[in-house]
């Protein structure tokens, strides 16, 4: 009797002692299938395995190269025997054992329209995970989801702090371990190489789209107010950083400043501080001179009733200025002019729209796919990639399919050239005829360094709260908060 | 026979079964709560940033304190740090001293036998709602009720009325207003249910007796229920002190857009974004962890005065008077001793 009772305190001990410890987490796949958010990518069911490349031949036989043919190969250890990977420019160093390919993202818009056309050509599942709720949120989760040894083989990273990630060998992987080489990229808009090679040179990032950016003006509002008929003349208008000034004073006069040239400063941030090309930080020396310059243009604005500086980048008051048609335009990126984006469903609801190129050639944010040392579905991985960042004819068709500019010259050309693109926010113009122009002329700025995020961020908040007080004060205190949030830097 | 089995079953101890059951819940304690507060100890003598391996003795005490340190930011950021002390003790004591005069006067009323105000238990219930809702939805709606714009309902009020609207949210005095408002509404409730019991506690027989010796209420309060109320009131300070230095949700959360507002920065919140700005190489760990047993030491340091002033001093004296007393006895027993013997 009393053997049993001795023998069930011991389990009843057993059993509390193991579950106080069910919350550590392990390093089991079937964690990240039980997590949330990741059930839409589930139905894209695994293709039938030994027919993969066989599907994939009929589906895109005219369009596949050989690179393709290669990747969607069966997952079985194909180093050894196939010829095809070899032929496709590299080996995969990393392993092949996972039979599914699990991507870490923070939204899932971009993927599940990749998934949309992806599924014809996948050899394996494909899902994705989502680890925090907007970009910079991710920035600093990922770290620990890294870490942590769920089941990762690419992860999504931004353009603000994918530094962060490709310079530390234990968040990311070369892509030539995936055989794929910036020799690839020949048709790939050269900024987004350069974002996705690290600091000694390497190759880790390969981006999507190329992120152009352009301002979309109410073409109703132009007319009445500014007597302007076409985007030609509209162009002419905002061609300079002096002519937008000009444009923006002749509106406020028109309008009794009732109606403001563009709404924030974080869109007129973005695009005016490509022009700087200056290095935030030189050494470990903070750099204000780009930060004394643009809280000088932003004051004027300000002052004038060019902008609100008071709103939020993004915010509901964001959209409403252009819904209740007291803006004339945004800055807005390509991802802003996709069907269901912010242009398509808030922003430009009412009121003829249409995107020019405006006084700046800038890029706003974009994405890289970047993988992970615990890559383990290497072949899919490889496939993947190749299907969106290499590969012309997919390219094109995710680009018609999503509204989102590809990071292919060949494919955005071909479209531009067809006339197959129409978007009917923009009264049917093709936005991507007028972001290739953008795209092909952004240059990045020298150095780019994994505190301009944090420098950027910081620098906008200070001057957004102390917009009131001159130049010289908002620097200083702008540097004296960089300073104290970055004890690397002096 | 009948003795070897009792001395089995004196030798049986059923202690080791009790500490067994009670071993997992202090591993998992030792592991998850004493390792991390130690650990923070740690880190608070290491680097920040890309040197946070390097042991760095005081310098992030004085860098915080003194604005001496190795870092060429340090006066900012003792500025920063001071700044955050400063809304910290600003946001405490403009939501404990409404919140406790309104739920003594709710606790006196609910609780008064002449009052018999109806529908107690309702209001009971409704004034402590406030207390179970998260905080992150009590900041959303009062952002989405309050926000800067005449978007926002009440700024939309305001603008129809003719007015500006008012920066509910960015402005640095307003805001710090609106975050006290809310902690008070969140919280009264909940200090006037606890001071009810503290006053139930008292025997009515004092009231009557009063009554009948014919005190008004204002008496009654200022001469039986304040002074008995202490030991509540005690722990309802404490209570809140702790969680006023430590604020962090409704500081953290009132802002609009992705960052939290600097003009709401407790040190809560300073520890935490030094802690979670980006990668282990961006992080100022040593500032977090510095900054944590500064106001563990504030805390200790305010709760420990606290005791002292509230301590019970009749109660005092009289165990003085009593030693006292021993003393003398035994003095006396000493003397009377040697001199009989």
């Known amino acids: ?490 | 026979m009948a003795s070897a089995a009792q001395s089995r079953i004196k030798s049986i101890s059923y202690a080791k079964y009790g500490y067994m059951f009670i071993a997992p819940f202090f591993l998992v304690y030792c592991f998850f709560q004493i390792w991390p507060l130690i650990y923070t100890f740690i880190l608070s003598f290491k680097g920040n940033q890309s040197n946070n391996e390097a042991f760095v003795g005081l310098d992030n005490y004085t860098t915080i304190l003194f604005g001496q340190g190795m870092a060429a930011g340090a006066e900012a950021t003792r500025q920063e740090f001071l700044q955050a002390l400063g809304n910290t003790f600003i946001l405490w004591f403009g939501n404990f001293i409404p919140q406790i005069l309104l739920s003594l006067l709710l606790a006196v009323w609910f609780t008064d036998a002449k009052v018999k105000l109806p529908g107690k238990g309702f209001f009971k219930i409704v004034m402590y709602m406030p207390n179970i809702i998260t905080a992150a939805s009590v900041a959303a709606l009062y952002v989405s009720l309050f926000g800067d714009s005449e978007y926002y309902f009440v700024n939309s009020l305001i603008a129809n009325m003719g007015g500006d609207p008012v920066k509910f949210v960015t402005d640095p005095t307003i805001s710090k207003g609106m975050v006290m408002f809310i902690q008070t509404w969140l919280w009264f409730g909940n200090t006037m249910i606890m001071l009810m019991s503290g006053i139930m506690g008292i025997s009515p027989s004092l009231f009557e007796a009063a009554d009948i010796d014919g005190a008004n209420s204002t008496q009654q309060f200022f001469t039986i229920t304040l002074p008995l109320l202490q030991p509540i009131m005690v722990y309802t300070l404490v209570t809140s002190m702790i969680g006023g230095l430590q604020m962090f949700d409704l500081p953290y959360l009132y802002h609009n857009g992705s960052n939290f507002s600097k003009n709401l920065e407790t040190v809560a919140v300073y520890i935490y974004y030094n802690f979670n700005k980006g990668t282990v190489e961006q992080a100022n760990y040593g500032y977090a962890g510095a900054a944590s047993i500064i106001i563990f030491a504030i805390t200790a340091v305010l709760g420990s005065i606290t005791f002292y002033m509230n301590r019970d001093k009749d109660e005092i004296a009289k165990k003085k008077q009593r030693k006292r007393a021993e003393k003398q006895q035994k003095a006396k027993m000493k003397q009377g001793g040697g001199l009989t013997i």
């Open chain 1, 1 to 490: 009797m009393s053997k049993l009772k001795r023998t069930l305190a011991l389990l009843a001990t057993l059993a509390v002692t193991s579950t106080a410890f069910v919350a550590c987490g392990d390093k089991k796949e079937d964690s990240a299938p039980d997590s949330n958010n990741n059930s839409v990518a589930d139905n894209n069911s695994v293709a039938d395995d030994g027919n993969a490349d066989d599907g994939a031949a009929d589906d895109d036989a005219a369009n596949d190269d050989a690179a393709d043919d290669g990747a969607a190969d069966d997952d079985a250890a194909d180093d050894g025997d196939a010829d095809a990977p070899a032929a496709s420019g590299g080996d995969i160093s990393l392993p092949d054992t996972d039979d599914v390919l699990t991507i870490v993202c923070w939204t899932d818009s971009d993927l599940s329209n990749m998934f949309d056309i992806y599924t014809p050509v996948q050899a394996s599942e494909v899902k994705y995970q989502n680890c925090g709720g907007n970009g910079t949120e991710a920035s600093t989760q990922y770290a620990n989801y890294l870490n942590s040894g769920d089941d990762v083989d690419l992860f999504v990273a931004e353009a603000g702090w994918i530094l962060n990630y490709i310079n530390d060998d234990t968040m990311s992987a070369p892509l030539s371990d995936l055989g794929i080489s910036t020799a690839d990229y020949a048709d790939a808009y050269q900024y987004t190489v350069e974002i996705g090679t690290d600091n000694n040179g390497v190759l880790k990032g390969a981006s999507w789209q190329a992120a152009a950016g352009g301002w979309a003006y109410n073409a109703d509002l132009a007319k009445e107010y500014l007597g302007v008929e076409t985007e030609e003349d509209m162009q002419a208008k905002v061609s300079s950083w002096d002519n937008f000034k000009a444009t923006a004073e002749e509106l406020k006069t028109a309008t009794d400043g009732a109606v403001t040239m563009t709404v924030s400063l974080g869109g007129l941030w973005q695009a005016y501080s490509t022009a700087l090309n200056a290095a935030w930080v030189d050494g470990t020396a903070i750099n204000t001179s780009i930060a004394a310059d643009f809280t000088a243009m932003a004051k004027e604005y300000a002052d004038n009733g060019y902008v609100d500086p008071s709103v939020e980048q993004w915010s509901t008051e964001w959209e409403n200025y252009g819904k209740d048609g007291k803006t004339l335009g945004y800055f807005f990126s390509t991802w802003c002019l996709g069907e269901g984006a912010q242009l398509d469903t808030n922003c430009g609801t009412a009121g003829n729209w249409r995107i020019i190129q405006g006084p700046q050639e800038y890029f706003w944010g974009g994405s890289w796919l970047c993988v992970s040392p615990n890559c383990n579905t290497a072949t899919e991985a490889a496939n993947f990639i190749r299907t969106f960042t290499c590969n012309a004819d997919t390219m094109e068709e995710y680009a018609l399919y999503s509204g989102d500019f590809a990071n292919n010259k060949v494919a955005m050309n071909k479209i531009i050239a067809d006339g197959s693109n129409s978007n009917s926010s923009l009264g049917g113009q093709d936005q991507f005829a007028i972001l290739a122009d953008v795209a092909e002329g952004i240059k990045m700025s020298d150095s780019i360094s994994k505190y301009d995020q944090n420098l950027k961020d910081t620098f906008l908040t200070t001057l957004k709260e102390n917009i009131k007080e001159d130049t010289d004060a908002i620097v200083e205190k702008f540097k004296a908060q960089a300073l104290a949030d970055n004890t690397d830097l002096s």
